[in-house]
Every structure is written in C-alpha cells, then in structure tokens.
C-alpha cells in the first residue's frame, strides 16, 4: 500500500518536498513514479524512478526544477519540489510498477497511493 506525504501551501519560488511510503513492503522490485491531476486537468506524468539502478525521468516542466530520489531502506520515495510555481498546483499521486522500466503512461502503473495536496500561491 502506498501513502503520499507532505503535502502543504507554499509561496511561488518555494519548495516542497512530498515522501511515499510503501507500507508493509519495499520498492526494490518496482519502478515508482508521481503524478498530478487538477480538477481541470487529466492526471499528468510529473516524474519517474526506476528502482534498481535510479534512473529518472521527469516530464518537461519538471526537469531542473525537481527531483525523485529514495531511501537506503528501499521503502520511501521522495519528490524533491523547488522553485514552485502557481501553476504546480494539483493533487499529487504517487505510483508503483512491477515493470522494470520508466513510463510516463499512467496504465503502466498497477499501484496507486491516495494523494495528496500541493498549493503554491502567487
């Protein structure tokens, strides 16, 4: 089971950074992604890790501005969120696979934890 954390209200050009547990169980076999969705927007692909070796990929708009990485203990992914912008505002989910690969495709994805709320003002 997967919850997401940390979400909060941030001034624009703050950051913010969102955790995922996985409750009862490790990544280690898994790729793990976040995703967003506002309520005028399709669930969007923000960012993605592939866990054995950490390779990344992030969409467009989130490139150099954030970050995923993961603990030593292999349960807990982060989403590291700096120069926010209003914009950045959404739901955040985050997102597991058993394919050893990075997607952006959100079917893809067999894991899905509740989400949790992001709100960057101007």
């Known amino acids: 089971q997967l919850q997401a954390s940390g979400g909060g209200s941030r001034q624009a050009g703050g950051s913010l950074t969102l955790s995922c547990g996985a409750s009862?169980?490790?990544?280690?076999?898994?790729?793990a992604a976040w995703f967003r969705q506002t309520p005028v927007k399709e669930r969007e692909f923000v960012g993605a890790?592939?866990?054995?070796?950490?390779?990344?990929s992030y969409a467009d708009f989130a490139k150099g501005r954030f970050t995923i990485s993961r603990n030593n203990a292999g349960n807990t992914v982060y989403l590291q969120m700096n120069s926010l912008l209003p914009e950045d505002t959404a739901v955040y989910y985050c997102?597991?696979?058993?394919?050893?690969?990075?997607?952006?495709?959100?079917?893809?994805?067999?894991?899905w934890g509740p989400g949790t709320l992001v709100t960057v003002s101007s």
């Open positions: 997102a597991a696979s058993l394919s050893s690969t990075v997607s952006n495709n959100i079917g893809a994805y067999q894991y």
């Open positions: 009862g169980g490790t990544f280690n076999r898994f790729s």
């Open positions: 890790m592939r866990w054995h070796r950490g390779q990344t």
